[in-house]
């Protein structure tokens, strides 16, 4: 079971993530990527992380992308000039580029010992992946680094408005 | 199951969305494959925290989405700037800088 729906959301994501990058228009591919990400939600379900997993869906599918297509919509993408997207070359050297960084990825497969990999521990109540603990490590842990990274969040703001403000 | 799997289909989704980051020319399809990218890394980052049963990989993967979800914004304030004064989102078109 646990097979199954790992190959059935790990297909969606890829399919998903290779329409992304194969769709000619912004606003097809941007829909792509909401079910790209869906679909990686569900692999967190399976990986016994349900509150990134809903994090997942709320912030990422729900509000980034939500402001992404807000902004498609607002520069109209179906008439803007999005550019020539076929230089030929470039699109082979892409391709190339990325079998050859897939290949580097098969000799640190081969020395992997299989045998040893760690084995999911699955959902236990209050386990590693429960709000509870989860929150308990952000708030001792990694109370600074979660402070420091609210102030990222208020110079974005500021930066954003800054940015988009007409001139007068 | 093991990481393994995990960790291809993180390797696949990442690639896919450097391939898109070096041949898109729109900037927002650009914007669009680092964000795949980035999730490649979160799922990583959740498979091994999973499977070491370390809860500090979904930390990590909050403090991403944060990144990311400033990162957007910015990114889009920078793009929708870009189209007012250039009239364009093709990112050749944007090369003032270029030397």
Redesign the interface.
């Known amino acids: 079971m ?2 199954f729906l ?1 190959y059935l959301f ?1 297909g969606i ?2 399919l998903a ?2 329409n ?2 194969a769709l000619r228009r ?1 606003f097809y ?2 829909i792509s ?1 909401i079910i ?2 869906c679909a ?1 939600s569900g ?2 379900m399976l ?3 349900p ?2 997993a809903a ?2 869906v709320i ?2 599918a729900g ?2 992308m939500v ?2 297509l807000f ?2 919509m ?2 109209d ?1 179906f008439s ?6 076929k ?1 030929r070359l ?2 082979y ?3 190339l ?2 079998i050859v ?2 290949s580097l ?1 098969y000799p640190i ?1 081969k020395a ?1 010992d ?1 045998a040893s ?5 699955g959902i236990v109540p209050g ?3 429960s709000v509870r ?2 929150g308990e ?2 708030f001792n ?2 109370l600074l ?1 979660f402070e420091v ?1 609210s102030v ?2 208020l ?3 500021i ?2 408005v800054v ?2 403000k007409r001139r007068a | 199951m093991d990481i393994v799997h995990y960790l291809i289909l993180s390797a696949l989704l990442f690639i896919i969305g450097a391939v898109g980051v070096i041949f898109k020319r729109n900037v927002i399809s650009i914007f669009l494959c680092i964000e795949l990218m980035l999730n490649a890394v979160n799922l990583s980052f959740v498979a091994f925290s999973s499977f070491l049963s370390q809860v500090h990989g979904q930390v990590f993967v909050f403090f991403v989405m944060v990144v990311a979800a400033a990162e957007a914004a910015v990114g889009l304030a920078i793009t929708i700037v870009l189209q007012r004064n250039r009239g364009t989102l093709s990112v050749d078109d944007a090369d003032i800088m270029k030397w």
């Open positions: 646990e097979k790992f790990g994501a890829l993530a290779i992304v990058v912004v591919s941007a990527l790209c990400l990686l692999l967190y990986l016994a992380a509150f990134i994090v997942q912030v990422y509000a980034i402001l992404f902004v498609i607002l520069l993408p803007a000039s999005t550019g020539q997207d230089k470039l699109s050297a892409a391709i580029l990325g960084a897939l990825l497969l992997y299989l990999a760690p084995r999911n521990a386990g590693t992946g603990h989860l490590v952000l842990d990694y680094p990274i990222l969040i110079v974005a703001i930066g954003t940015l988009a």
